[in-house]
């Protein structure tokens, strides 16, 4: 019996929502950077749980196909994801990417992004720390870049997902570490100022310039 | 605003530039504001004032981290120690003998300016603390010579 039309265009839908589904979860990401901060940000935490959605969502179709290796099959409606013979599922696919691209992603996540930079300063005159604020703020607007980003290390083969982790902890170390090792620089030169413990930051200045060391040292101690 | 142009990483580099190329050469004029005050008041200063050399070196401090961390290949697992290693011959070899130097000199103002020669005064211990600087690898090879000769353990 053939597949009703009906639910193949739902799935086509589905499909075709995956990566506004993608870049809402990077929006969220952003938000749980802030409340998480950036010292405490805690694997498995909402940041990477985010994250890690992004990237499944970014990578669904390739995903999908672990289950014809599995034995069951999974047919895509042809074509898929594209054409959606049923008109009013096609305008609903249509709206929905337009809203998530132009109302939440361009208009939205700025004005959010905003509001973060004066928590920031809020955050500062309660006697916290402004940088999980800034922080946000800047992953926020790099919400597209990131997304294109994880859409340039996307294989599109069975092991898609994983690869766009590996690509992005290649990223992390390679990039975002050294320059928060300068971040944890210049905290350990002020707790020294001011005569607070900065040992500790020394430390992690050379760690996070080490991190890939530091994790071939781990394997080489199993 | 064209956000397809910025990027979380072009964010981070510039807020680390910002910080350290822009804020912390200001910040070290309070340092330096604040060091005079607190010796205004007979309070320790040595804080304040070598934070406001290191607000102004904060470039050149990277540079050395990076020296530091560049010690032997990006996967050698003895990496993260190398650069510890790194960093303390660099603290005891170059930046102690110049603390010594710093010591001898103080150690000279105390006897000829601030205090007649005394056992009690500080002029001694500027001495000895010019000594031990130029002494840190000996000093280890010492407790390593005492370390090692106990591990017969109590007979």
Not at chain 1, 50 to 63: C, G, I, S, Y
Not at chain 1, 77 to 106: C, E, M, Y
Not at chain 1, 159 to 165: E, G, I
Request: charged share 5%; net charge neutral.
């Amino acid at each position: 019996m053939p597949t009703p039309q009906l639910l193949n265009d739902v799935i086509s839908v589905l499909l075709l929502l995956a990566p506004s589904a993608a870049l809402l979860s990077l929006v969220l990401a952003g938000f749980s950077l802030r409340r998480e901060g950036t010292m405490t940000f805690a694997i498995g935490g909402g940041f990477t749980k985010w994250m890690f959605w992004a990237v499944v969502f970014l990578t669904l179709q390739p995903l999908l196909s672990w289950f014809t290796s599995f034995g069951v099959a999974v047919p895509l409606p042809s074509g898929a994801p594209g054409g959606i013979a049923t008109g009013w599922l096609a305008n609903f696919q249509a709206d929905v990417s337009q809203f998530v691209t132009n109302f939440v992603v361009q208009r939205m996540v700025p004005t959010l992004a905003a509001f973060f930079v004066l928590r920031a300063i809020l955050d500062a005159a309660s006697g916290q720390h402004p940088l999980p604020s800034i922080l946000a703020a800047m992953f926020l607007l790099g919400t597209q870049t990131t997304y294109s980003l994880l859409q340039s290390y996307n294989t599109g083969t069975q092991y898609a997902t994983v690869d766009v982790l590996d690509s992005l902890w290649n990223h992390l170390v390679g990039t975002i570490m050294p320059i928060a090792a300068v971040l944890a620089l210049v905290g350990a030169i002020l707790n020294f100022a001011t005569r607070k413990p900065f040992l500790r930051l020394v430390a992690v200045s050379l760690a996070l310039l080490t991190v890939s060391a530091i994790w071939k040292l781990l394997l080489s101690m199993m | 605003m064209n956000l397809g142009n910025m990027s979380f990483d072009q964010g981070i580099l510039h807020l680390a530039n910002w910080v350290g190329n822009v804020i912390m050469p200001t910040l070290a004029a309070a340092f330096i504001i604040i060091a005079i005050l607190q010796f205004s008041k007979g309070q320790e200063f040595a804080h304040s004032m070598y934070g406001a050399l290191a607000c102004l070196m904060v470039s050149g401090l990277t540079r050395a981290f990076e020296t530091f961390a560049s010690q032997a290949a990006w996967n050698n697992p003895d990496l993260y120690w190398l650069s510890l290693v790194t960093l303390i011959n660099w603290v005891a070899n170059v930046i102690l003998p110049v603390y010594a130097a710093s010591q001898v000199a103080a150690m000279a103002l105390r006897l000829g300016v601030f205090s007649p020669v005394h056992p009690t005064s500080g002029w001694l211990r500027h001495f000895v603390t010019a000594a031990l600087c130029l002494m840190v690898s000996g000093l280890l090879r010492l407790a390593e010579f005492f370390v090692a000769q106990g591990t017969a353990g109590v007979t």
